[in-house]
């Protein structure tokens, strides 16, 4: 069974980092792409990062993030991770990651589509306050 486990919101200032993990199990094989997804209070959700997994390279990130934000994985690919610096109020939602698996194409511009996603973890709280 494919799971996705996110951790490591929390509360933190303006200005402040914090790191987001993501555990993964139950993959057959290493072809699979983790993505990061955020939902804030009234907004839909929103892709925030992708993709890192064994034998992918390319990272994409929102417009919004860019430069602040780093996504990176072990060397195991089992943990996807989400640093997160500089944050700011408008970075406070609830932080998912899912999975795509098995990669049959190369994600590109398409890695922002929550259709694209096979499998989903539970979300974990990131707040900022001003």
């Known amino acids: 069974e494919v799971q996705l486990q996110a951790s490591g919101g929390g509360f933190v200032q303006a200005g402040g980092s914090l790191r987001l993990s993501c555990v993964v199990s139950?993959?057959?094989?290493?072809?699979?792409?983790i993505g990061w997804f955020r939902q804030a209070p009234g907004k839909e959700r929103e892709g925030v990062s992708c993709?890192?997994?064994?034998?992918?390279?390319?990272?994409y990130y929102a417009d919004s993030v860019k430069g602040r934000f780093s996504i990176s994985s072990d060397n195991s690919g089992e943990m996807t991770f989400l640093q997160m610096n500089s944050l700011k109020p408008e970075d406070t939602a609830v932080y998912y990651c899912?999975?795509?698996?098995?990669?049959?194409?190369?994600?590109?511009?398409?890695?922002?589509?929550?259709?694209?996603?096979?499998?989903w973890g539970q979300g974990t709280l990131v707040t900022v306050s001003s």
């Open positions: 899912a999975a795509i698996y098995p990669v049959v194409a190369p994600i590109g511009d398409r890695w922002w589509r929550e259709s694209e996603y096979d499998y």
């Open positions: 139950g993959f057959t094989y290493d072809d699979y792409a």
């Open positions: 993709c890192y997994s064994v034998g992918h390279a390319n990272t």
